[in-house]
């Protein structure tokens, strides 16, 4: 297989391992302002309903009740099988991929079991909760320590490594993304020289932008395509 392959996976693909997705309907920003729990202004206003919103999140991930589903582990297959050809690119703030098993995902919006030092930049994995009195163990300042997630208007993590693969690519699969948030909205375009599959329940407001539509769970559709993919080799 001479394919070199972009995967970039949304809330989609996650919603069937048990987590709830941020905007769809009866979704987590249905319950919550983004702009109080998501953004620097609400983590400046009011950094401990921040801290906790987060905090929430990594007690779900960890709970044991979430789990990697088929299309976690066919990706990961599809990874093992091109481990230099093939990157997963997520939205998703998740680990589901890595437990799957997949060695490297390019996290663009940061990670849910994350911690990021606001004064000095240290990064931490961190699997408890975060508070707005804890200390920075690197600059020893209070008050700084937030998740190492991208609050709305930052930008996202890793975008230079992304747009060299996206224009390198001879595959690109979309997976349980609806086409609304920038600059991921924007990725298939990059994808010049690509074969363009879009996996999702139904079509989004970019599915016109795709060569191909699979429209269904992505537990299904992905491993059916991992395994086309596979059989090609």
């Not at 007690?59 to 091109?82: T, Y």
């Not at 993590?157 to 747009?163: D, E, G, M, S, T």
């Not at 390198?168 to 020289?193: E, H, K, M, Q, S």
Request: proline share 4%; charged share 25%.
């Amino acid at each position: 297989m001479e394919d070199k392959i972009v995967v970039l996976s949304g809330a989609g693909i996650s919603r069937e391992s048990g987590l709830d997705t941020f905007r769809d309907r009866g979704g987590i920003w249905d319950q919550y302002s983004p702009q109080k729990v998501a953004s620097i202004a609400g983590f400046r206003a009011d950094p401990e309903l921040v801290q906790e919103f987060y905090n929430m999140r990594r007690v779900e991930l960890l709970s044991g009740k979430i789990e990697p589903n088929p299309a976690h582990f066919a990706l990961s297959r599809l990874q093992g099988f091109l481990p230099n050809s093939c990157y997963i690119v997520t939205q998703n703030i998740d680990d589901l991929h890595s437990r799957a098993g997949s060695k490297e995902v390019i996290h663009i919006h940061g990670e849910t079991l994350g911690s990021l030092c606001s004064f000095c930049g240290m990064r931490m994995r961190c699997e408890t909760s975060i508070s707005a009195a804890d200390v920075c163990e690197k600059c020893l300042k209070v008050g700084g320590i937030r998740p190492d997630v991208v609050f709305f208007g930052e930008i996202p993590y890793h975008l230079p490594r992304v747009y060299e693969l996206l224009k390198d690519c001879t595959l690109f699969v979309a997976i349980g993304t609806a086409g609304a948030v920038y600059p991921a909205a924007g990725f298939v375009d990059n994808a010049v020289r690509a074969r363009k599959i879009e996996i999702n329940l139904a079509a989004t407001e970019i599915s016109d932008l795709f060569d191909e539509n699979r429209y269904g769970k992505a537990s299904v559709e992905v491993p059916r395509l991992v395994e086309e993919l596979l059989a090609e080799a």
